[in-house]
Structures are given as structure tokens and as C-alpha cells.
């Protein structure tokens, strides 16, 4: 799977976890959508390193996972920020 499709891949996941842990974001929902990205990176590197097999196509648990990886993100965020 290219970058841009992870990409695509990751705001549809940072989408999906700013509407299920909704509310008011430090950084608005600009940010919240850059966490889905990265959030989909690190929840499909975590996916393959736990043995859940590889991430390279479009399909439910990549996806699954993506979104997984967006929330976690966005939890640890919001952490951080209301310190």
C-alpha cells in the first residue's frame, strides 16, 4: 500500500476516533486528524509486531487497527495537553 493511501487510510481512521471519543480537542480537529495518521502507522506496526499478520491492503482489520491506533493517540494526547 502507497503513502498516499495510508494517508487516505489515516484521516478516515482519525475521523472514525475524534467521533467515537468525541469533545474538545487542544488542537482542534486539524490535529485530530493528523493523530488518525500517525495513528494508523502505529497501530499497523503494532499489529504486525504482536503477530496479527501484516498490513498491506484495505481491509477490516487494517482498518480495525488504524482506528485502534488513532484513539490510543488521541487519549494520550489529551493527556498530555490537560497537564
Known amino acids: 500500500m502507497g503513502i498516499l493511501s495510508w494517508i487516505l487510510f489515516g484521516l478516515i481512521a482519525g475521523v472514525l476516533a475524534k467521533w467515537i471519543m468525541p ?3 487542544p488542537g482542534g480537529c486539524i490535529v485530530t486528524i493528523i ?3 500517525v495513528g494508523a502507522f502505529v497501530g499497523g ?3 504486525t509486531f504482536l503477530g ?3 498490513v498491506d491492503g ?3 482489520r ?3 487497527l488504524a482506528v485502534i491506533g ?4 488521541l487519549a494520550i494526547y489529551r493527556f498530555i495537553k490537560k497537564r
Open 62 to 64: 487494517s482498518f480495525f
Open 35 to 37: 493523530l488518525g495518521v
Open 58 to 60: 484495505w481491509d477490516i
Open 23 to 25: 469533545g474538545n480537542d
Open 52 to 54: 496479527m499478520g501484516t
Open 70 to 73: 488513532a484513539i490510543v493517540l
Open 45 to 47: 506496526y503494532i499489529g
